[in-house]
Each structure stands twice: as C-alpha cells, then as structure tokens.
C-alpha cells in the first residue's frame, strides 16, 4: 500500500467507509489509489487537467493494479464527473478562490449530483470555500489545522443538507457567540469565515501560529505604507492597522 504525506492521510481519514470518490486535481492519484488499496472505497475517480500529472496518474493506477475500479480522466475541475457518479468529492492543493470557482461551476453544470461529501483543503483563502458551502446547501462538519514541511493547512470536511434544513445548521456553525471580543455582529462574521469556526472553537497553538504570522506580515504591509504620502497608501494604511486591531482581539479572547 502506498503511504501518503500527513496532509493527504488527513484528507483520506475524512473519506467516509464505502464512498465511491472522485479526487479533482488528483495529480498522480495518490488519493484515489490509497482509498482503493485500504479498503475504505469500492471506486474512485481521479480528475487531472494538465497533461503531465495525468500521465503519471495513469501509470500510478497501471502500476498498482488498480485501472479497473480508479478511472484517471482529463478535463477542467469538476466536468470530469457526470452527475450521480461520486458520493464523496475531494479537492486539495490550491486556492481557496480557484477552489470555490470550481465547486461553483460543478454545481451549476449538475455535477454534485449525489455528491452528499466534501472533503477539501485549500492552501489559502480558505473564506471563499466556506462561504461557497453556506451558500450551496453543504454545511461544515469539521475542520483540522495541521503542519507539514513548515506549511500549514486548513482540511475543511462537509456534508449535504436539504435545503430547508442548511440555513439553520449553518447558522448554528457560524455562531458569533464563539467570539467574546468588542466587535460587531458582521466583523464577528467575517471573521468565523476567515479563521473557522470549529479551529476557533477549539483554538491550538497552530492557529495562534498562522495568525500571527499574518499580523507580523500585515505590520510589515504598514510600515512599507507608513512611508507613502499618497491618499490611497493611506486609506490601505488605516485598514490594514484596523485588520491588526481586529484580528489581536480575535485572538485575545481565545
């Protein structure tokens, strides 16, 4: 059986037993292959766009035997998929902007389908990807910080909930209440979706890492601006002190 890197057994722990999966951007079916060879999916598909990875995708399921239950396609995001072909769908290894793109493309075009799991890990703005799940039925069910090669990384697991049911569990995720610091409702908000609500609810040392990082980087963004007498460098300069200010009360009251 092939051992994947701790970011990729993270996202496989996630994969409920006996989903038929699809990996989009699955590289070189790393994923896929593992879900097959540990017994905990009967099929798989693995998505790739460009030609190189899917190459090795290829040779990766021909070399484990795999060719008749993992089917490596080439296409853009989610259009390798028809509808009612996957339960479980992962993304990995990109923006959280890109990442939203494609979810949203897949779900205009009826790939989600049947889809009823989303395991993914956007590499950055990870606010696109929770706000896609609140807008598109899908309500986040659990969410792991974790580091690996001196990088960090948000695994965002999701389900899907009837309509009529996923505004009011989302509503209950995104409760403000979890941030005790002096700011509005809204900023609150925003910054549920930013930081997550299950990594704030249950803050570790690596969460206090990755957003102090941010505001060691932010106050070198100011200093840089401070020495800019243009109007536009300032209103940048005034928001971005205000975004420090935001984001130390945050963390303040964790």
């Not at 049947?114 to 986040?140: C, I, K, M, S």
Request: glycine share 8%; with cysteine.
């Amino acid at each position: 059986m092939i051992k994947l890197s701790k970011r990729l057994q993270v996202i496989a722990d996630r994969v409920t037993q006996g989903a038929r999966v699809a990996d989009i951007g699955s590289d070189h079916a790393l994923l896929p292959v593992y879900l097959i060879q540990s017994g905990k999916c009967p099929t798989a598909i693995a998505g790739e766009l460009n030609t190189g990875p899917f190459q090795a995708a290829r040779r990766q399921t021909a070399e484990a035997g795999l060719k008749a239950v993992v089917q490596v396609r080439q296409g853009d995001g989610l259009s390798v998929l028809e509808p009612g072909e996957a339960d479980t769908v992962t993304i990995a290894g990109m923006g959280g902007s890109l990442m939203a793109d494609i979810l949203e493309a897949g779900w205009r075009a009826g790939k989600l389908t049947g889809v009823t799991e989303l395991v993914l890990q956007p590499n950055v703005g990870e606010d696109f990807v929770r706000r896609w799940l609140t807008g598109h039925a899908y309500v986040l069910r659990s969410e792991r910080l974790i580091e690996e090669d001196g990088h960090l990384y948000e695994i965002l697991h999701a389900h899907a909930s009837a309509d009529e049911r996923s505004e009011q569990e989302n509503g209950r995720v995104y409760d403000t209440s979890v941030i005790s610091a002096d700011l509005t409702e809204e900023v609150k908000l925003e910054w549920l979706y930013r930081m997550g609500p299950f990594l704030l609810r249950e803050p570790s040392e690596l969460l206090r890492k990755k957003w102090k990082f941010e505001i060691d980087k932010l106050a070198r963004i100011c200093k840089q601006l401070s020495l800019s007498d243009l109007d536009e460098s300032r209103a940048k300069l005034t928001a971005y002190r205000e975004e420090i200010r935001q984001l130390e009360e945050v963390l303040a009251c964790l």
